[in-house]
């Protein structure tokens, strides 16, 4: 594994930070994985609208930079999982407070206190969840996906969905 640093190229901490966890899918990536130990196909289901070019991209980079450790078994059919680091859960428990604030001010301008609003499972703003999501709430509960999630059919658009991300389950 060799970790990739650029202590020239970067002008503060958090543009160290941002190259690290940059993109659109990394930072889901990172909390799919605060879970515990996947596989390639736990992790595509748990980050919905990654295709599998991007996500394996994502993981090979996460792994340079020492955020993800991938583990081959020799068996058939051949099982890869992938874990956080010490390093990995450092950075999600970094990235904590950023989840807090989103949370905090995702209702900004509306009117409505954290935790109203129709976007959100009940369950998923205490952690709790689905019957059919198991310990943890599911991707679907962790990603707002299904009924009440706010997403526009079709349109390829979706509402944010409150209560969710770093530290809330």
């Keep these: 594994m060799r970790i990739v640093r650029r202590p020239g190229a970067f002008v503060c901490g958090i ?3 941002m190259d690290v966890i940059g993109g659109k899918w990394k930072v889901l990536i990172l909390w799919a994985l605060n879970e515990g130990t996947c596989r390639f196909g736990e992790l ?5 609208g ?3 070019k991007v996500l394996s991209s994502h993981l090979r980079e996460l792994e340079d930079d020492g955020i993800v450790h991938r583990e081959v078994y020799a068996e058939v059919p051949p099982r890869v999982e992938y874990s956080l680091t010490p390093l990995g859960l450092s950075l999600n428990a970094a990235l904590e407070p950023l989840g807090q604030w989103g949370r905090d001010h995702i209702y900004r301008g509306t009117g409505e206190a954290p935790g109203q ?3 959100v499972d009940p369950g998923a703003e205490a952690g709790v969840g689905t019957a059919d999501s198991g310990p943890g709430g599911g991707a679907a509960a962790r990603t707002g996906e299904g009924e009440g999630a706010g997403a526009h ?3 390829g658009v979706s509402e944010p969905v409150v209560g969710l991300g770093y530290g809330q389950r």
């Design 15 to 17: 543009d160290a930070a």
């Design 44 to 48: 595509r289901r748990a980050v919905p």
């Design 50 to 52: 990654v295709t599998e």
């Design 117 to 119: 609003g129709g976007a």
């Design 153 to 155: 059919a079709g349109a």
